[in-house]
């Protein structure tokens, strides 16, 4: 049974709600710096509804599938790893 079949396919956008949830909360981020981290959050999740959801079951298949993510989504991952600092940096 794949990950898709077991609830797995929902796992992205339960995580970027967390995460708005996350940065919702904060109280010591200034207004400004939340509001463009829940725009950029809003970008992901736009994305991720439009992907298929399959997800790749061995290491190999999972690197395989990130550089060819890379290559054919190439802003998309600018925005995920802006995210993941912005993030990062404020401690989350």
């Known amino acids: 049974m794949s990950s898709n079949q077991t609830g797995g396919e929902n796992m992205p956008l339960d995580t970027l709600k967390k995460l708005e949830e996350s940065v919702t909360a ?47 989504h190439p802003e998309l991952v600018a925005l995920t790893n802006r995210v993941c600092m912005m993030l990062a940096n404020i401690g989350i």
Do not use: C, I, Y
């Not at 991720?48 to 190999?60: H, I, L, N």
């Open 26 to 72: 904060l109280a010591d981020v200034p207004g400004e710096k939340k509001a463009q981290l829940l725009t950029l959050l809003a970008e992901l999740r736009r994305e991720a509804v439009e992907q298929d959801g399959r997800m790749p079951e061995t290491s190999d298949e999972l690197r395989s599938t990130v550089r060819e993510f890379e290559v054919t």
